[in-house]
């Protein structure tokens, strides 16, 4: 009986100190969940990265864990969830294994509640609609992971491979700029032009570019090689010329300028600001530089490889004209 009955007691005893005893070992271990593990890794970020006049957001009882700060205070109409927006933005992570900081490029043009659907962050919604609030304004906004990509993080391949894809439970540290809150509106067009103007100033600064003259409705241009001929290019001449259409990151778009390539066209059929420039300030032999606002460019819709509101740089040489 004794032999029966010990080994079954033992096994008893240490199916006890198991199940008490063990859990008691993990009293010291602290197991965060994912809001309380993004908020560590926000107030880590902005201590090592030395940033100041962050907010945290407290919109419905500080619920999103998101902090902001806001670099330029916008005016107007608070922005809603069923306006249409547009905005370039900044987007990076903190652990600096993604990082895309062009806003030539990053451009958005949709309505604010589209954002999410779009496959941007539902933070970046949040952000803009609770935190932004006025269209014309900027701010820079960190954004918990669980309101970024989440766990399943965001692209494919290793994301050890700088740019390649967001890992997951990564924090986003995002600048945003939103331009105007209605497309169709006279201060939204105006809210254009003005952007479009200091984006073309910014870049004849960083491109250490000068000469050029702006006329009344924001086109610069300059004339790189006057023409001897005076032949004069109407609203309905064909040329020939051959030309390059370039962002302001330096991105071709369209055209070739290596006096091989050439294009016969039509002036009516080019766009507003390449017209202008061409029919007011080219003749035959005519090389010019145009550095052409969005409102007269491809204007608030993206053009294929051309974003959204995008200023552009084209230069021409003017072969021939057909009157």
């Given at each position: 009986?004794k032999?029966?009955?010990y080994?079954?007691?033992?096994?008893f005893?240490?199916g006890?100190?198991?199940?008490t005893?063990l859990?008691?070992?993990?009293?010291?271990?602290i197991?965060?969940n994912?809001?309380?593990y993004?908020?560590?890794q926000?107030?880590n970020?902005?201590?090592?990265?030395?940033?100041t006049?962050?907010?945290?957001?407290?919109?419905g009882?500080?619920?999103?864990?998101?902090?902001?700060?806001?670099t330029v205070p916008?005016?107007g109409?608070?922005?809603?969830y069923?306006?249409?927006?547009a905005?370039?933005?900044t987007?990076q992570?903190?652990d600096?294994?993604y990082?895309i900081t062009?806003?030539?490029?990053?451009?958005?043009?949709?309505?604010?509640?589209h954002?999410?659907d779009e496959?941007y962050?539902?933070?970046?919604?949040?952000?803009?609609?609770n935190?932004?609030v006025y269209?014309n304004a900027s701010?820079r906004?960190l954004i918990p992971?669980?309101?970024?990509?989440?766990t399943?993080?965001?692209?494919s391949g290793?994301?050890?491979v700088?740019?390649?894809?967001?890992?997951?439970?990564?924090?986003?540290?995002?600048y945003?700029?939103?331009?105007?809150?209605?497309?169709?509106?006279?201060t939204?067009?105006?809210a254009?032009?003005a952007y479009s103007?200091?984006?073309?100033?910014?870049?004849?600064?960083?491109s250490?570019?000068t000469?050029?003259?702006?006329?009344s409705?924001?086109l610069?241009y300059?004339v790189?090689?006057?023409?001897?001929?005076?032949d004069?290019?109407g609203?309905?001449s064909?040329i020939?010329a051959?030309y390059t259409?370039?962002l302001?990151?330096?991105?071709?778009?369209?055209g070739?300028y290596?006096g091989?390539?050439?294009?016969t066209?039509?002036?009516a059929?080019l766009?507003?600001?390449?017209?202008?420039?061409?029919?007011?300030?080219?003749?035959?032999?005519t090389?010019?530089?145009?550095?052409i606002p969005?409102?007269l460019?491809?204007?608030?819709p993206?053009?294929n490889s051309?974003?959204a509101?995008?200023?552009?740089?084209f230069t021409?040489q003017?072969?021939?004209?057909?009157?």
């Amino acid at each position: 009986m004794k032999k029966t009955i010990y080994p079954i007691l033992s096994i008893f005893i240490i199916g006890i100190i198991l199940a008490t005893g063990l859990p008691s070992c993990r009293k010291d271990k602290i197991q965060l969940n994912i809001k309380q593990y993004d908020s560590v890794q926000i107030q880590n970020y902005i201590a090592s990265h030395g940033l100041t006049g962050f907010q945290k957001d407290l919109t419905g009882g500080d619920t999103s864990g998101i902090y902001y700060k806001i670099t330029v205070p916008g005016s107007g109409a608070p922005i809603q969830y069923a306006d249409k927006l547009a905005m370039v933005y900044t987007e990076q992570t903190f652990d600096g294994t993604y990082g895309i900081t062009d806003t030539i490029s990053q451009h958005f043009d949709d309505y604010v509640g589209h954002i999410q659907d779009e496959g941007y962050p539902a933070g970046l919604q949040i952000a803009i609609h609770n935190l932004l609030v006025y269209p014309n304004a900027s701010m820079r906004v960190l954004i918990p992971s669980h309101l970024a990509y989440g766990t399943a993080g965001k692209g494919s391949g290793s994301s050890q491979v700088a740019n390649n894809r967001i890992g997951g439970n990564e924090c986003l540290d995002m600048y945003v700029h939103a331009i105007a809150k209605d497309n169709h509106s006279d201060t939204s067009a105006q809210a254009f032009a003005a952007y479009s103007d200091i984006v073309i100033k910014n870049y004849m600064r960083d491109s250490s570019l000068t000469g050029y003259t702006k006329t009344s409705d924001g086109l610069y241009y300059k004339v790189l090689t006057p023409a001897s001929t005076n032949d004069p290019i109407g609203l309905y001449s064909s040329i020939t010329a051959t030309y390059t259409g370039q962002l302001f990151n330096g991105s071709i778009f369209d055209g070739t300028y290596n006096g091989t390539n050439t294009l016969t066209a039509v002036m009516a059929d080019l766009i507003p600001g390449v017209r202008e420039g061409i029919t007011n300030y080219a003749v035959a032999g005519t090389k010019i530089s145009l550095l052409i606002p969005s409102q007269l460019g491809y204007g608030v819709p993206a053009a294929n490889s051309i974003p959204a509101f995008s200023c552009l740089r084209f230069t021409w040489q003017i072969i021939s004209v057909t009157p």
